[in-house]
């Protein structure tokens, strides 16, 4: 039980480049999250699917896509990187009724923009 | 949508005092509030919650009120250890059930 795994863990793209974040989860979780965290800013949320095949937007969707097609998976696009987009992403999934168990979190992916 | 804001924004302390970290909401609708605890480059991890039909829980050191009526809750740890030194977030689910709004966090700092 490998719980939320987040691919890659590092990555360095230039200015304009694409690049898609994996984010997958075992637990047969409904829920799944993309957060954003920066410095002195906490974590904001991208975009959030509530079921397999199902996005919402959240906080800050604005450069981001994302994908639901399989439950167990949720990808973050970037389809032209700015250096606005560098940070760390965290993946979450939880199961319906949140206030069971909170969130799990991935261990993240830091992205640097050039 | 929720507001939340949270306060200090650091925080340094002598091991053995105590620390209280206070968040405010603005969602009178939200009734779920988790805290997380980050270490430095790890991932957040939920530590405790308190639902709104409770006023305090406790959790050996950690402990967790929330007043309602004004909207807002506060963590308090006791007997602080320097494994305690991380940054905290606190939570706040809105009226929705399934997702949660953050608080920018507070760098809790325990001096040996």
């Known amino acids: 039980n490998a719980g939320v795994t987040q691919t890659p863990k590092f990555r360095v793209l230039k200015t304009g480049q694409s690049m898609t974040l994996l984010c997958a989860q075992d637990m047969n979780h409904e829920y799944m999250y993309w957060y954003r965290q920066d410095p002195g800013m906490g974590l904001r949320l991208i975009h959030y699917?509530?079921?397999?095949?199902?996005?919402a937007k959240g906080e800050v969707p604005d450069g981001y896509n994302v994908s639901r097609l399989k439950k167990q998976n949720f990808l973050l696009g970037l389809e032209s990187a700015a250096p606005s987009q560098t940070s760390v992403y965290f993946c979450?999934?939880?199961?319906?009724?949140?206030?069971?168990?909170?969130?799990?979190f991935g261990s993240g992916t830091r992205l640097t923009v050039v | 949508g929720e507001n939340v804001e949270q306060h200090p924004s650091t925080l340094s302390v002598q091991e053995g005092d105590s620390a209280v970290i206070k968040c405010t909401y603005s969602d009178s609708a939200s009734n779920y509030f988790p805290w997380y605890k980050q270490e430095l480059g790890k991932r957040p991890q939920l530590i405790i919650d308190i639902r709104s039909n409770v006023g305090e829980k406790k959790d050996q050191r950690i402990a967790v009120t929330l007043n309602k009526t004004a909207k807002h809750f506060s963590l308090h740890i006791t007997e602080t250890q320097p494994e305690d030194s991380a940054v905290y977030f606190c939570a706040a689910s809105g009226g929705s059930n399934y997702k949660l709004t953050f608080g920018k966090g507070t760098l809790l700092t325990v001096n040996p």
């Open positions: 979450a999934s939880s199961i319906p009724g949140l206030f069971a168990y909170g969130y799990t």
């Open positions: 699917s509530v079921g397999e095949g199902t996005t």
